[in-house]
Nanobody
Framework: QVQLVESGGGLVQPGASLTLSCAAV????????MGWFRQTPGKDRKFVGV????????YDAESVKGRFTLTRDLAKSTLELQMHRLEPEDTAVYYC??????????????????????WGQGTQVTVSS
């Protein structure tokens, strides 16, 4: 059984940093993509960032604003999302996603929830003073 297990969420103050981790259990996605989405109550799940099979990265520029960094370890089948200068608007449940697709970042074919095949259960991030 394939599982994506997220960890690292929590409550932080504005301006702080936080790192989320995702581990693929049961199989490797080294030939595909891993990424993160986030969701707030009553809203659609939104794309945050992706690391493709070739190591390319792409982010949602409007929401990330250069503050987040993705790091993928193919050997360990893990993905980290380092978040800096967090804002209250970053408060959301963050979901790890994985796919066997061999996307290229110039395709943009990973920005929708329906593009992805596997999902984690989500981890809550709350940014509040």
């Amino acid at each position: 059984q394939v599982q994506l297990v997220e960890s690292g969420g929590g409550l932080v103050q504005p301006g702080a940093s936080l790192t989320l981790s995702c581990a693929a259990v049961g199989r490797s996605f080294s030939g595909g993509a891993m990424g993160w989405f986030r969701q707030t109550p009553g809203k659609d799940r939104k794309f945050v960032g992706v690391v493709t099979w070739s190591g390319e990265t792409d982010y949602d520029a409007e929401s990330v604003k250069g503050r987040f960094t993705l790091t993928r370890d193919l050997a360990k089948s893990t993905l980290e999302l380092q978040m800096h200068r967090l804002e209250p608007e970053d408060t959301a449940v963050y979901y790890c996603a994985a796919s066997d697709a061999k996307w290229r970042t110039n395709s943009g074919k990973y920005r929708e929830v329906t593009d992805w095949d596997y999902w984690g259960q989500g981890t809550q991030v709350t940014v509040s003073s």
